[in-house]
């Protein structure tokens, strides 16, 4: 289950992506991840999320901390 976090946190992934210039097939290949498993990701439809792991990871690719991809309030939890 990808929860409203998850989806602030993917969603945060995908705007420094881009705003450093780094594709989808680039930022598989950092990860040691399939490019579609990027893609599924981004897109939302298949459940699919980052590991903490994967955001320690993209803090170094992105010379920021892991806290920067987190949101600065908690969110509302999510209606079932």
Do not use: H
């Not at 989806?7 to 991840?33: F, H, S, W």
């Not at 599924?40 to 792991?53: H, N, Q, R």
């Not at 920021?64 to 949101?71: I, V």
């Amino acid at each position: 289950m990808v929860t409203a976090v998850d989806k602030y946190v993917i969603a945060r992934i995908k705007e420094m992506r881009i705003e450093q210039g780094i594709t989808q097939p680039a930022l598989a290949n950092a990860l040691d991840l399939s490019y579609g498993f990027i893609g599924k990701i981004e897109s939302g439809k298949y459940g699919k999320k980052y590991s903490v792991a994967q955001l320690n990871e993209l803090a170094t690719l992105f010379g920021c901390s892991p806290r920067d991809f987190l949101p600065e309030r908690p969110l509302k939890k999510d209606k079932k």
